[in-house]
């Protein structure tokens, strides 16, 4: 089993910015797709943005333009950059590791993110 830990979260003034991480336990030999995702209180949990093992991305449209996605193979991480920053961006963001072969992927604990003046 994956081990998937994410780190980063905190509290943000709106307009600032935050660096999530998402480390895993192992490297990933097979096609692969690592996503962020996020939850509000009463709300869904939402795909934020993805990146595959061949470098595509994807965002949702709320994000487009604001958070930018990543990895470092040699360090196991993937990362989302998240710049101006805004109210309803406050959530709990959550890590999916997911080799193709696999349906739902590996999840971490989540880190919240909380923008308020």
């Known amino acids: 089993q994956v081990q998937v830990v994410e780190s980063g979260g905190g509290l943000v003034q709106p307009g600032g910015s935050l660096r999530l991480s ?15 995702y996020r939850q509000a209180p009463g709300k869904q949990r ?51 590791v997911r080799p193709v072969y696999l349906i739902n992927g590996y999840w971490g604990q989540g880190t919240q993110v909380t923008v308020s003046s």
């Not at 990933?28 to 797709?33: A, D, E, L």
Request: hydrophobic share 30%; proline share 2%; aromatic share 12%.
């Open 46 to 96: 939402e795909l934020v943005s993805s990146i595959t093992s061949g470098g595509t991305t994807t965002y949702a449209d709320s994000v487009k333009g604001r958070f930018t996605i990543s990895r470092d193979n040699a360090k196991n991480t993937v990362y989302l950059q998240m710049n101006s920053l805004k109210p309803e961006d406050t959530a709990v963001y959550y890590c999916n």
């Open 22 to 36: 998402c480390a895993h336990s192992g490297r990933i030999f097979s096609t692969y797709v690592m996503g962020w």
